[in-house]
Nanobody, 127 residues
Framework: QEQLVESGGGLVQAGGSLRLACAVS????????MGWFRQVPGKEREFVAA????????HYQDSVKGRFIIFKNSTKNTMYLQMNTLKPEDTAVYYC????????????????????WGQGTQVTVSS
């Protein structure tokens, strides 16, 4: 059974850092593209970052470029999101997702391209 479990969320002051982790089990991790999304109450879920099966291709939402880094450790079947210089507007529930990759360098920014999701982890940035 496919399972994605996020961890690493919490409360941090503006300007601080957090590292989220997404542990994957039950799927052939190396053949999946993965991504991070976030959602605040009353708003639609939004794309944050994505990484290809190869790990060499990444893509970010404009508002997090230069502050967030997505990477993965295939040996540990874990994907990460390093979040630096956090802002109050980064406050949200963060979800990791996995979707079948059409090529080794493919990544996806739409949630419809992902079929496996984690339960979410809360990130709160205080001003």
């Amino acid at each position: 059974q496919e399972q994605l479990v996020e961890s690493g969320g919490g409360l941090v002051q503006a300007g601080g850092s957090l590292r989220l982790a997404c542990a994957v089990s039950g799927l052939t991790f190396s053949t999946y593209a993965m991504g991070w999304f976030r959602q605040v109450p009353g708003k639609e879920r939004e794309f944050v970052a994505a990484i290809s099966w190869s790990g060499y291709a990444t893509h970010y939402q404009d508002s997090v470029k230069g502050r967030f880094i997505i990477f993965k450790n295939s040996t540990k079947n874990t994907m990460y999101l390093q979040m630096n210089t956090l802002k109050p507007e980064d406050t949200a529930v963060y979800y990791c997702a996995a979707g079948t990759a059409s090529s080794v360098h493919s990544y996806y920014i739409s949630d419809v391209d992902y079929h496996a999701w984690g339960q979410g982890t809360q990130v709160t940035v205080s001003s």
